[in-house]
């Protein structure tokens, strides 16, 4: 019976059905489900196939963003309980568009994929300065920093955020990626991961997180 309804909290997220969502955490919840089991066997294996779906392109951005919608219903009804509980998330990464860039489409999804995949992701939206990345790296207690760029102009923001979350003692890892940005380029400015796309993004900082 709880199996069947973690099926359906996942097939949830991967059709993007908000409503249903609404009442299947709740009564996964009363029935006695723990909100691990909620996160770790409805929500994240959801959205397990949202990502291999969109890696293999039978998912497009429309259809992630729905999922993104429908995982950010269920993780209203969990989220709380699983920090009074003290569940440890995955990792935990702070993400932003960097400094003077507002494009947020690709970052959002992104993210989305984290969360999906049981991170705990501090999202500093856009325009966000290298001492603000520090800053929220620090706070948090980071494992990744990630940071997309959409311009061209924007990109070298990318490689001043490096510096000064290396100088200012981030030991954590650091992604970075964004349409202009490439291997060569992530290697140049020094960062340790990069990726052409969100999913992609969680299979590499799990790998290098030695993360399952
Ligand atoms: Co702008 N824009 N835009 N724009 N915009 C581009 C990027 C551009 C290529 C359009 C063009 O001229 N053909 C061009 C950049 C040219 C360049 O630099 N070479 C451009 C420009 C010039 C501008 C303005 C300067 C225009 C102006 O005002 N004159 C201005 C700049 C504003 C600013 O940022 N300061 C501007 C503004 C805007 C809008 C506000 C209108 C809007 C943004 C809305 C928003 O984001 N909320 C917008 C949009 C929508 C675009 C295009 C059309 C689409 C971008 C997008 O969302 N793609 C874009 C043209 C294009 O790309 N075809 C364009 C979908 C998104 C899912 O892809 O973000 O690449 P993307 O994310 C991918 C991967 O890159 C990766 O994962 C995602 C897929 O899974 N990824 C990561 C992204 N971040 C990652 C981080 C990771 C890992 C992977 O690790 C942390």
Do not use: W
């Not at 779906?53 to 497009?60: A, L, M, P």
């Amino acid at each position: 019976m709880s199996e069947q309804l973690l099926n359906e909290i996942a097939e949830c997220v991967v059709t993007g059905k908000n409503k249903r969502m609404e009442e299947l955490v709740p009564k996964a919840l009363q029935d006695g489900l723990t909100p691990e089991t909620v996160l770790m066997q409805g929500l994240v294996k959801g959205m397990e196939v949202v990502s291999n779906k969109f890696k293999g392109e039978e998912f497009y951005i429309p259809q992630v963003l729905l999922s993104e919608r429908a995982l950010n219903v269920g993780l209203k009804f969990i989220s709380e309980k699983l920090a009074q509980r003290g569940f440890k998330p995955r990792g935990t990464l702070v993400i932003g568009t960097v400094k003077e860039d507002l494009h947020d489409i690709g970052k959002n999804l992104v993210a989305a994929m984290f969360r999906g995949q049981g991170f705990n992701v501090v999202d500093m939206t856009v325009d966000v300065k290298p001492e603000q990345f520090l800053q929220a790296a620090k706070e948090h207690k980071a494992d990744v920093v990630g940071m997309s760029a959409l311009l061209t102009t924007t990109m070298d923001n990318m490689r001043t955020t490096v510096n000064v979350l290396k100088q200012g003692g981030f030991l954590g890892r650091i992604i970075v990626g964004g349409a202009p940005v490439t291997q060569g380029f992530a290697d140049q400015i020094g960062a340790d991961l990069f990726a052409e796309d969100a999913a992609t993004a969680v299979d590499k900082v799990k790998a290098a997180l030695g993360v399952a």
